[in-house]
């Protein structure tokens, strides 16, 4: 199951998140060979033209259970200010070659209004 967190964007701004994963027993969890996407709409059921794709990648090294999620000043510029939901997702490949993904973070985003531009 996801952890529930809710984060606020300033409109405009540069965004960077950094998530430190650990697995059930709290050891760090080891994301060598996984990857990770992260989005927001302003709904769950918001068609694909209101979705923004956060850059997630996989911190080096893999083995220290870092992920970075950003967004430029550029992108948070054009978000309209208010509430959205997000969630970010890992997936890597099994060995029996099956994709398996899991939702490790989920929430609201409230982006707010800049006033300089």
């Given amino acids: 199951m996801a952890q529930y967190e809710d984060i606020v964007i300033d409109q405009g701004a540069d965004v960077a998140i950094e998530l430190h994963l650990v697995n059930r027993s709290g050891e760090i969890k080891d994301l060598t ?13 918001s068609d694909s033209d209101n979705t923004t794709v956060f850059n997630a990648i996989v911190a080096s090294p893999a ?3 870092v992920i970075t999620l950003s967004l430029t000043n550029t992108q948070t510029d054009t978000l309209k200010a208010g509430k959205y939901v997000y969630d970010v997702e890992l ?3 099994d060995s029996d070659g099956d994709t398996i993904i899991e939702r490790v973070l989920e929430g609201q985003i409230e982006v707010t209004p800049s006033v300089t531009k």
């Fill in 63 to 65: 083995t220290g259970g």
């Fill in 91 to 93: 997936s890597f490949v």
């Fill in 33 to 45: 060979s996984h990857t990770v996407a992260a989005k927001m709409k302003k709904t769950y059921n």
